[in-house]
């Protein structure tokens, strides 16, 4: 566990993460490695807000629908819900928040 966890952190995009971090994002970071929480740190970095959308799985992309409340998230295909979710987010930003 922790071998994976010391490869994980010496990654090329770990360390990106990092660099374009505010302290609350690295001590969140800081936090899942002291702890050994190797599940922690995956999702601290598939989550992090300076990841792209395209970037992001399906998987993920699905989990971000579900939360923002986007009809048939589940039934969407990736460039779907990528478009779906920037609506969303487009709209929230303007002031229409749900």
Do not use: C
């Not at 071998?3 to 990106?16: A, G, K, Q, T, V």
């Not at 998987?59 to 779906?84: P, W």
């Amino acid at each position: 566990m922790m071998r994976r966890l010391e490869h994980l952190i010496l990654s090329p995009l770990f360390e990106r993460l990092w660099k374009d971090s505010d302290e609350g994002l690295k001590d969140a970071a800081t936090k899942r490695v002291f702890a050994g929480d190797l599940r922690g740190l995956k999702a601290w970095m598939r989550n992090h807000p300076s990841i792209d959308l395209g970037e992001k799985s399906v998987r993920t992309l699905r989990e971000i629908g579900q939360r923002q409340g986007i009809a048939n998230y589940s039934r969407l295909t990736k460039v779907e819900l990528m478009s779906a979710i920037r609506e969303r987010e487009a709209h929230e930003k303007d002031g229409h928040g749900d």
